[in-house]
């Protein structure tokens, strides 16, 4: 079992849909989760960052943390074809390393 | 604020070779983390610096080592390479290792290695 684990995808959504990216993590102890965000050929941009449990908004972006469960969503409203991207999720572990899951692809069509 | 500047962008080597890269984080960050990201196994932590000191190293063979220098800039090298060794190498800068809570990753555009 992977350390953080993510559907590989890709994901379709239509446009001005809700997409819903989910990511799983091993570690109880963890405490930081980020999502990045991969274009096709460029590198990994910080999104969102999420500490506690519960949610989290900034503007379109959603975190969602349930520590319990011991999962990380992410959730895009009005989602744009501009956010066709590959999703990272990232577990910052107590020795301060950042696991990362595979990523979702995300296609948002027209 | 200038980004994270990686060179070389792209590279072809032939096995056994070794190869240097290069990376300057952005100005005031002190901490340095190098991955290895190929299509089947996604990003893969090679190690972390900070303040010339390896924090962290994950779990790749001694033929990967890096260093940083006083000026923070870091260098990753790979010894005798492998055809597996074919990947995007990126250098992320951030302004502490994991102490407090944000501290995000700076990425580079990452430096593309061809092992043949």
């Known amino acids: 079992q992977k350390e953080v684990e993510q559907n590989s995808g890709p994901l379709s959504v239509p446009e001005g849909a809700i997409a819903s990216l989910n990511c799983t993590y091993s570690d109880r102890v963890s405490q930081s989760f980020f999502w990045y965000r991969q274009y096709s050929g460029k590198s990994p941009e910080l999104i969102m960052s999420i500490y506690s449990n519960g949610d989290k908004e900034d503007g379109r972006f959603t975190a969602q943390l349930n520590k319990a469960s011991q999962y990380v969503s992410l959730l895009i409203r009005d989602s744009q074809p501009s956010d066709s991207a590959t999703y990272l999720c990232?577990?910052?572990?107590?020795?301060?390393?950042?696991?990362w899951g595979a990523g979702t692809k995300l296609i948002i069509k027209p | 604020k200038a980004g994270v500047t990686q060179t070389p962008r792209y590279l072809i080597k032939t096995r056994g070779q070794q190869v240097t890269l290069s990376c300057s984080p952005i100005?005031?960050?002190?901490?340095v983390s190098w991955y290895q990201q190929t299509p089947g196994q996604g990003l893969q932590f090679l190690f972390e610096?900070?303040?010339?000191?390896?924090?962290n190293k994950g779990n790749f063979p001694g033929r990967f080592s890096g260093r940083q220098f006083s000026n923070s800039r870091s260098e990753m090298n790979v010894s005798t390479l492998e055809l597996g060794d074919s990947a995007l190498y990126l250098c992320?800068?951030?302004?502490?290792?994991?102490?407090?809570?944000?501290?995000?990753?700076?990425f580079g555009n990452g430096t593309r290695l061809t092992v043949t």
């Open positions: 990232a577990v910052k572990r107590s020795n301060y390393q950042l696991i």
């Open positions: 610096y900070f303040s010339e000191t390896q924090r």
């Open positions: 100005s005031g960050h002190r901490s």
């Open positions: 992320a800068s951030s302004s502490a290792p994991g102490q407090g809570m944000e501290s995000p990753l700076h």
